[in-house]
């Protein structure tokens, strides 16, 4: 079974940064995909960035697409989100998660979840 833990989320003023991090616990394969999604009140969960076991072959959806940046530490069994230019749209629980399909912009295709990290960008 594998634990997935973030941290790294908190309040901070539109145009700051933050860095999220997610370490895993257990037995991950060389093959997982990382992905992390975030959601808003009322919104559906939204996939934001997936990334290799490797740290290779990162891809990001649109709103977040050269703001955000997705990276791995195999050493560490943990994956990052470093997210700058925040706005206050970026408001909302933070979650990462591993798939042993691989990487994926799908939340259907991830076996496991952390429990989220709350960001919350003043304006």
């Known amino acids: 079974q594998v634990q997935l833990v973030e941290s790294g989320g908190g309040l901070v003023q539109a145009g700051g940064s933050l860095r999220l991090s997610c370490t895993a616990s257990?037995?991950?394969?060389?093959?997982?995909?990382w992905g992390w999604f975030r959601q808003s009140p009322g919104k559906e969960r939204e996939f934001l960035a997936t990334v290799r076991s490797s740290g290779d072959r990162p891809y990001y959806a649109d709103p977040v697409k050269g703001r955000f940046t997705i990276s791995r530490d195999n050493a560490k069994n943990s994956v990052y989100l470093q997210m700058n230019s925040l706005k206050p749209e970026d408001t909302a629980i933070y979650f990462c998660?591993?798939?042993?399909?691989?990487?994926?912009?799908?939340?259907?295709?991830?076996?496991?979840w952390g429990q989220g990290t709350q960001v919350t960008v003043s304006s």
């Open positions: 998660a591993a798939s042993s399909l691989g990487t994926s912009r799908s939340e259907g295709a991830y076996n496991y």
């Open positions: 257990g037995r991950t394969a060389s093959n997982y995909g």
